[in-house]
């Protein structure tokens, strides 16, 4: 399907223009929750209450990496650009950190030396963007990142957790190279996004033991 825009992709700075894009990632990390509440661990009510410092705290933290897609409808017209996609890596974790309890059945980690890992989390474009591969897309530009923001160690293992009825989502993930690798614990999910404040006090829940999240993986060389 033909599109009237013309889409880029970047990496989010740290420092550059931050208060900016602060708000730009409010809006559409909003529009996010209102529109896929499904699709994300948090909420709409929790992060509508988030400060201008807790976005930018977001943005900011040193074990995250933010990609977005942008949606230019005039090429001439920097202000007619919107921030309307977005993928977080989480990372570099220690092996420590990466591995899962054995039930999850996820392949045994090498050693700090000679892999670096990533966790690859809240991949979303809005509805009226979506049918142009621009998930694929936003992809493919952190991973691209992870191959040359360095060039040690030489392998790179790439770790996403979704829902195992999310079959859109897990073939997009396939196309990618990701492959299946276990499944893990809505709690096991939580803490691998570093989402370890959603947790509830009370894990009574079967929901929260359930072995319902796909485990995918991709391992890439910066060779």
């Not at 943005?59 to 202000?79: K, M, Q, Y």
């Not at 054995?102 to 049918?131: I, N, V, Y």
């Amino acid at each position: 399907m033909a599109s009237n825009y013309t889409y880029s992709f970047f990496r989010v700075s740290k420092t550059d223009g931050i208060d900016v894009s602060a708000q730009k990632y409010r809006d559409l990390r909003l529009k996010a929750l209102k529109t896929s509440p499904d699709s994300f661990s948090s909420t709409f009510d929790i992060e509508a209450a988030f400060t201008d410092a807790d976005w930018i705290d977001r943005l900011t933290l040193p074990d995250r990496e933010l990609f977005i897609c942008v949606a230019n409808l005039n090429p001439l017209s920097p202000n007619s650009t919107q921030w309307i996609g977005q993928v977080t890596l989480r990372g570099p974790s220690s092996r420590a950190d990466f591995e899962l309890p054995m039930e999850a059945c996820q392949p045994a980690q090498k050693s700090d030396e000679e892999e670096e890992r990533w966790q690859m989390l809240s991949l979303f474009t809005l509805p009226e963007h979506r049918g142009h591969g621009l998930g694929g897309k936003l992809c493919q530009e952190a991973i691209n990142y992870l191959r040359s923001y360095r060039s040690f160690p030489c392998e790179i293992q790439v770790r996403l957790i979704v829902k195992a009825g999310n079959h859109v989502t897990v073939e997009l993930y396939r196309r990618l190279g990701f492959t299946h690798a276990g499944r893990a614990t809505l709690v096991e999910a939580l803490i691998a996004n570093g989402d370890e404040d959603l947790l509830p006090k009370d894990l009574a829940s079967p929901k929260y033991s359930e072995r319902g999240g796909l485990i995918m993986i991709s391992r890439i060389s910066r060779s």
